[in-house]
T-cell receptor, first 114, second 116 residues
């Protein structure tokens, strides 16, 4: 089954404790992206990747890191999480940039930073 | 600045009534435009997209949207609402420019409630 998977789905952590949210797709997509969703703010793009070893900042990259060492995986790293990073995070992928191809979203990761 | 605006954070309609969700963008160059739907506790699903072909775009579940360049709008409509349409709807835009080629901008969302 074609899908985008994220792990973990739920995470409660404390300020400053490094964490990684994994994202994997099995559709051989070149484009992958991370978003955060906050009430009243919609989705905001954190980082995106046009292909392996190619990443770019979105609207809200501060406090986050990403890497794209292989096509299927695009982990989101929070080196020192803070409470303002409490949010619902979505990973998404598409063959190429959205518009040319349909973007598929993962189920989301709800992160709480205490 | 490039942006996308959804007018109305909440819209309520009766079952069978017309659904109209508004989206405006700011750009001098026609962008790629999308409407996504999010059901409770789920990820986003593409409803439809405009990619510079026909200005009237038909999507899934009976939804359609019309691109109006003169109004910089891409409003989403459905002639007859169904209870199952209750969800949050997001308009999104991609501006086809070199430095922002991969960036996708979302509106703040419109929560649609359908009354029986």
């Amino acid at each position: 089954e074609a899908q985008v998977t994220q792990n973990p789905r739920y995470l409660i952590t404390v300020t400053g404790k490094k964490l990684t949210v994994t994202c994997s797709q099995n559709m051989n997509h070149e484009y992958m992206s991370w978003y955060r969703q906050d009430p009243g703010l919609g989705l905001r793009q954190i980082y995106y990747s046009m292909n392996v070893e190619v990443t770019d900042k979105g609207d809200v990259p501060e406090g986050y890191k990403v890497s794209r060492k292989e096509k299927r995986n695009f982990p989101l790293i929070l080196e020192s999480p803070s409470p303002n990073q409490t949010s619902l995070y979505f990973c998404a992928s598409s063959f190429r940039i959205p518009g040319t191809d349909t973007q598929y979203f993962g189920p989301g990761t709800r992160l709480t930073v205490l | 600045a490039q942006s996308v605006t959804q007018l109305g954070s909440h819209v309520s309609v009766s079952e069978g009534a017309l659904v109209l969700l508004r989206c405006n963008y700011s750009s001098s160059v026609p962008p790629y435009l999308f409407w996504y739907v999010q059901y409770p506790n789920q990820g986003l699903q593409l409803l439809l997209k405009y990619t510079s072909a026909a200005t009237l775009v038909k999507g899934i579940n009976g939804f359609e949207a019309e691109f109006k360049k003169s109004e910089t709008s891409f409003h989403l409509t459905k002639p007859s609402a169904h209870m199952s349409d209750a969800a949050e709807y997001f308009c999104a835009v991609r501006f086809d420019r070199g430095s922002t080629l991969g960036r996708l901008y979302f509106g703040r969302g419109t929560q649609l409630t359908v009354w029986p």
